[in-house]
């Protein structure tokens, strides 16, 4: 039981990043928006993350240097993807390298730097339960925000006027300027919200999963949670279940590694990432006409002069 604890906690851990970076990318696309900079954006937050609460002891304001690193990151996407109408796919890939480069510059001066990782809740009688009562009760803040986050965003586009906008937006920017609607303001925001939650999940990896920085942390997380959006058919309901299951994937390489598996380490490291491939070409391959990918995804959207 204590081993199923600890690889259930383990999971949880390393889904949070996924989730959270996944949410934001979500709601973009759901936008008509592609933004292929979440790498840039959840490594940009790292350096961010972990410079603002070695500066202050608090992993509440690093937090906050993240979500604001990684939402003037795309700001930048925003200028360009949709104030000048720049090739999205081509903006978002620049996003990246420069959000590489980025968080090498800032994050230089810290590298064998430790900081005390995110406490975690603790309440009387309940984080002492066995079995779960350090999965339900015991996470750091950024696992419940990760869980709340996705239940607002589901909230958000099927229960509001604001989100039934957003997906119209999405479906058929044209239709929706003719309405009177600002697609392009709501795009921004619904970008910038991408970004802060990209930014976030990259502080989460010093603030909360490692206590210390290094460049290219994120290791591919971005890249992953872009693959999950497509995997969730852009449903938040599946997005959990998505999250969850490529992060029990990357810990399963590590328990398999420890368990004296005959099987090399960098073919157990590279599972996850071969785990997308194969969920994308199957998802692909099944999907039929009646898929709920926005109709405007990644188009250009130029109002009238």
Known sequence: MELLEAIILAVLAASTPLLLAASGELLVERAGVLNLGVEGMMIVGAACGFAGAWATGSTLIGALCGIFAGIALSLVFALMALGLAVNQ???????????????????????????????????????????????????????????????????????????????????NHVSAHALGYPVLKIRTLAVMFGGGCAGLAGAYLPLAYTPFFVPGMTAGRGWIALALVVFASWLPGRLVIGAYLFGAVSILQLHAQGWGVGVPSQLMSALPYLATVVVLVLISRTRSGGSTAPAALGTVFVPDR
């Open 89 to 171: 796919v081509a903006t978002g890939l620049a996003l990246t390298i420069l959000g590489v480069g980025v968080s090498g510059l800032i994050g230089a001066g810290f590298v064998g730097e430790r900081i005390a990782t995110a406490p975690r809740l603790y309440i009387p009688g309940l984080t002492t339960l066995p079995f779960v009562g350090k999965i339900l009760f015991g996470e750091d803040a950024f696992v419940y925000v990760s869980i709340a986050l996705i239940v607002a965003i589901w909230y958000f586009l099927y229960r509001t006027r604001a989100g039934l906008i957003l997906r119209a937006i999405g479906d």
